[in-house]
């Protein structure tokens, strides 16, 4: 049992001299890439990972509907008035001044 432990940590030693023979810098990093691949890495993760939230914040959006319209949509002039004068808010006269007012503005 101790002879396949010493058997095993000196396979291991060897395996890792080669690594440190070569002595790796930072131009060997990313090897065939040279210095631009130490840059376009790093720029290519960063682009995925916007991605990746561009893609959650418009799935969101898509399931839950955007809430900037709030859901209601714009009620006109003429829409105002009609429920104003439903409420008794006003009364017919001050109806049908309004309405022609806002019928002419058209």
């Known amino acids: 049992m101790k002879f396949a432990g010493l058997v095993a940590m000196a396979v291991a030693s060897l395996a890792g001299t080669s ?10 990093m990313h090897e065939g890439m040279g210095w631009g ?12 990972l916007a991605l990746l939230i ?19 949509r714009l009620r006109t002039a003429r829409e105002i008035l009609d429920e104003r004068y439903a409420r008794g808010e006003i009364d017919r006269e ?5 309405r022609d007012d806002i019928a002419a503005r058209r």
């Open 37 to 48: 691949g130490m840059w376009i890495g790093p720029l290519l993760m960063i682009g995925l």
């Open 94 to 98: 001050e109806y049908q001044r309004r």
């Open 19 to 28: 690594a440190w023979a070569q002595g790796l810098g930072p131009w060997q």
């Open 54 to 72: 561009a893609g959650i914040v418009a799935l969101m959006r898509w399931i839950g509907g955007s809430r900037s319209e709030g859901g209601a």
